[in-house]
């Protein structure tokens, strides 16, 4: 079992922990990466996923952020996709009305009104460090020099965010995609794209998907899993993702991706 490419999910698939790969995943990685090319796949922004291309050695491959609404290569933008600034005034809006706060993101600049236990885990487990201001002031900021959110991140409690959730599905469905990552949690992208939507862009021409194999965990990367070539979810994959998948690993904690590229895949 060889493929071309392998794209992975950090969060929960890659990293073994909440913020580094194992030294086991290292050497994996740096057994097949001279035969096949290695693309993270990430909501992260992109300063928290160099880290990780740095400790794996692929520092001169792509990475698809922010669920593929910003493609970077190097310095070079190849893809850029945000919510634009009338969508933001009234999530925002919504927001404050059923208590929720709001992480904002664009590129490489994360927005946050205060710190919190949620914020101070994010910091930890991605080893960046957010602007603390007012949305307004973010919103009145980014209005000016036209752009808008890569991702926009809801941080609540389960009541709030089970409230909130319907509200968001009936009202943005259509132009956000929206993924309930924890009790708590709930991420915004731009409609138009995806993690599979990425890596299609990248692989134009050149590759085709049958050439892939995919390792994830989340709801957001069931499509990408799906239509991969080999689709592999990780043990502590939510039972949809598994349910779609080729293969199914050990958990992200054991190692699954190593372990399984040392079983399957032979150089």
Known sequence: ??????????????????????????????????????????????????????????????????????????????????????????????????????????????????????????????????????????????????IGAHKIMLMGTYETIERIQPKLVSSYSNILNIYRSNDTLIELSPKDVSKLSAIELLIENRYSLKDIIAFGDNYNDAEMLRLAGCGVAMGNARKEVKKIADHITMENTEDGVAHFLKQHFKI
Request: charged share 25%; aromatic share 6%.
């Open 1 to 146: 079992m060889n493929h071309k490419i392998l794209c992975s999910d950090l969060d929960g698939t890659l990293l073994s922990t909440k913020s580094d790969v194992s030294p086991f995943t290292i050497s994996e990685i740096h057994r097949i990466k001279p035969s096949t090319k290695i693309i993270l796949v990430s909501a992260r922004m992109p300063k928290s996923m160099r880290y990780i291309q740095e400790s794996l050695g692929i520092v001169d491959e792509p990475i698809i952020c922010y669920n593929g609404a910003l493609v970077l290569d190097g310095l070079e933008e190849i893809h850029s996709s945000i919510i634009p600034m009338e969508t933001l005034e009234s999530l925002y809006h919504l927001s404050n009305d059923h208590d929720i706060k709001l992480g904002l993101y664009f590129k490489d600049e994360w927005y946050v009104e205060e710190n919190s236990e949620r914020v101070t885990k994010e910091i930890n487990n991605t080893k960046t460090t957010p602007v603390y201001q007012k949305n307004a002031e973010t919103l009145t900021d980014w209005e000016k020099r036209d």
